[in-house]
Each structure stands twice: as structure tokens, then as C-alpha cells.
């Protein structure tokens, strides 16, 4: 499969989507001029399975890995990762040539490019995404970060990888539940979008959930090219980058109010894209049939679409809202559909109409 390029001028990159990038990581590398000397930092759950072979191709190509081995989870993206890191960083002697090879999910992704964007003030950093989540989301747009008490994706920056590997084979051992929360993203991408792809998911969803291999490689792809082309037009997210958000300011709220515990990000995500869905029927007149069609898609993932919320939890979730990043001089901004693949971005929502939507989320109303 042609690689999907990203084009940033001279911090251009390419992503490779096919079966088996990830036992050529080495000659892959070998085309980037880079440093001797690396490290693939991976979670516990990862490495066991992939490093070998990542570590093999890595040495065959004449480089000198090191692992790292992060505990796996959400928890684990903080800073005394960080700091463990840069401690095995420092003793294996990486210098200002070497680099960092991310071998995981989007937690691996974003905690190892944190350390990749600031050890030595930043070294060259190489991304294999294995989880469906990380290589059509976070493994393209170059944000890095970690987590604080405070709050999630607190500290971070911005550094592009030189070189993304999306193996379709590390599907193979993810487990069901976090495959379907992958899908919740690349649903988004056909919504806010590419309204055609919308409907390829929804006449492809039985090959998708059987992780047919063909399929999901051009489906990746199109998000990748998806997500390259709404970030190549706005790097540093001061517009068309924020349509990227649907369904998130209800998501992240509930993530927090569930403490990061109860749902994904892409269960979450689900949720709030339904919640956005009907919000644009609203504000913005998306026929009720394409809410429907939104909800029942994400419902044939296996997605919850609904949630069952006390007065004090609906109380709390409208705080969370407030207090999310996005928010701007105290208005929370929304992003909605006029129509499927078409959304603007920076809607103001009535407070009336956005109460009346929190508590339609539950599985009755
Ligand atoms: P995400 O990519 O959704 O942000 P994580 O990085 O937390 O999520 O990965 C989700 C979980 O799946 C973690 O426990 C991680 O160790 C595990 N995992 C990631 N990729 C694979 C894989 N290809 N096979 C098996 N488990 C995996
Ligand atoms: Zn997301």
C-alpha cells in the first residue's frame, strides 16, 4: 500500500500502513540518517509480544537498541515515566543523533514522544502504533504529552515524528475492547469529513469487525490522510484543527467524572458524538435521520450510545464541560454537523438546550 505522506516542509514524514512494517523498523531507519544508538520504549503488555522483532530488525540495520519497558495504561502517561525514562536515556548514553522508537498504543505514543520532544532539547522520533486508536488519531498530528493529578494531557508539546509504521498484523492480539474504541475515531473522521467514507463504514462494518486485513489497511489510510490533511492546514490548533474534537467535550467530561476508569477514550468519544449529533440537529438542522444513523452505527460497534446519569452526576458532567480545555472565556464552544461530512466548529450551544440534551443521554429518554 503507497505510504500516506505528511507534508510539513522539511519535517515532512511518511506513514506506512501494510502487514509487517514493524520487522523492517531497521531499514526503514536506515533511509533517515539516523544516530547508531536508540531506544524503543513499549509497555508491558507490548513488549513482550513485538519488541523481538522490532529489536532484531533494529540490529540487522546496524543500530544499537535499548528497551524500555513502561507499565501499560492510562496511568502510566506521568511524568515519573518520564522520568525513568530519562534516566535509562542518560545511562545507555543516547546523544543528539540518536533517537526514540514509540512501541505501543497511544499511551507509549504520547509518553515517548514527550521524552523524544525534550531529552537534549529534542532527538528524532519514530512512532509504531498498535492499537487501532493510536495509528488513525494520535500517531498523526505530532502533540505529545503526559498527564497530570490535575488533569489529563496537561503537560506536552510538539514534535513530529520522522516516520510512522502502522502494522495491520498487531491487530491480531488487541483485545476486542479496545479494537471497538478505535473505531469510534474513524467513525468521527467520516462525520466531520468525508461523508462517502461514512457510508463505506457503515456497508463494511461486518469486514471491519472481522478485522479483515485489506479493508482496515484502506481504512486507516483514509483517516491517516484525513487527519494529515485537517492538521496540515492548522499545526498548532488554532481552527480547522478543532473540528478534530467532535464528540469530545461531552467524552472528556465524562472520562473525568468516571475518574479515567469506567469507559476508553473511544466509549467516551461515542457517547459524545451522539450527544453532538443531537445538538446539531438543534442548532444547525441535521436531519433527525443522520442522528439516527450516527447512533446506530456506533450501537453495530458495539458502542455504548447512552448513559445512565444521577441529577448530581449531570450536575458534575456540565461542570466537567466547563472546565475543558477548549473552553473559552467561560463559553463552552461546540463543534456540530450541518450535514453528514460537513461540521463548523466554535458553536455556542444554549445552556437550556444543552441540559435538555445531558439528560436525554440516558438509555430511556
Ligand atoms: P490507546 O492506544 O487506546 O490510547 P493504550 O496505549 O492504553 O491505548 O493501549 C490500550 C491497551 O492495549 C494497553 O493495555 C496496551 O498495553 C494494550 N495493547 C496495545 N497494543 C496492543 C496490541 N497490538 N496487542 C495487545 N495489546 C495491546
Ligand atoms: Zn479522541
Known sequence: MQPVNVPLGARSYAIHIGKGPLARVGQECRKLALGRRCAVISDRNVAPIYSPAVLQSLRAAGFEPHLIVVPAGETAKCLKNVQACYDQLASHRLERQSFIVALGGGVVGDLAGFVAATYLRGVAFVQMPTTLLAQVDSSVGGKVGVNLPAGKNLVGAFHQPRLVLCDLNAFGTLPEREFRAGL???????????????????????????????????????????????????????????????????????????????????????????????????????????????????????????????PAQRTKLLAAMRLDKKVSDGEIKFVLAECLGKVRWGQAVPAALLHSVVDHLSPNS
Not at 456497508?203 to 483517516?223: I, Y
Open 184 to 310: 469510534a475515531e474513524v467513525i468521527k473522521y467520516g462525520i466531520i469529513y468525508d461523508a462517502p467514507f461514512f457510508v463505506r463504514l457503515e456497508r463494511d462494518l461486518g469486514k471491519l469487525l472481522r478485522r479483515e486485513t485489506r479493508c482496515l489497511g484502506e481504512v486507516v489510510a483514509r483517516c491517516c490522510e484525513i487527519k494529515t490533511e485537517v492538521v496540515g492546514q492548522d499545526e498548532t490548533e488554532s481552527g480547522l484543527r478543532a473540528i478534530l474534537n467532535f464528540g469530545h467535550t461531552v467524552g472528556h467530561a465524562l472520562e473525568a467524572i468516571s475518574r479515567y476508569g469506567q469507559y476508553l477514550h473511544g466509549e467516551a468519544i461515542a457517547i459524545g458524538q451522539v450527544a453532538a449529533a443531537r445538538l446539531s440537529a438543534a442548532q444547525l438542522g441535521l436531519p433527525a435521520a443522520d442522528v439516527e444513523r450516527i447512533r446506530l452505527l456506533f450501537h453495530q460497534c458495539g458502542l455504548p450510545t447512552s448513559v445512565r446519569l444521577t
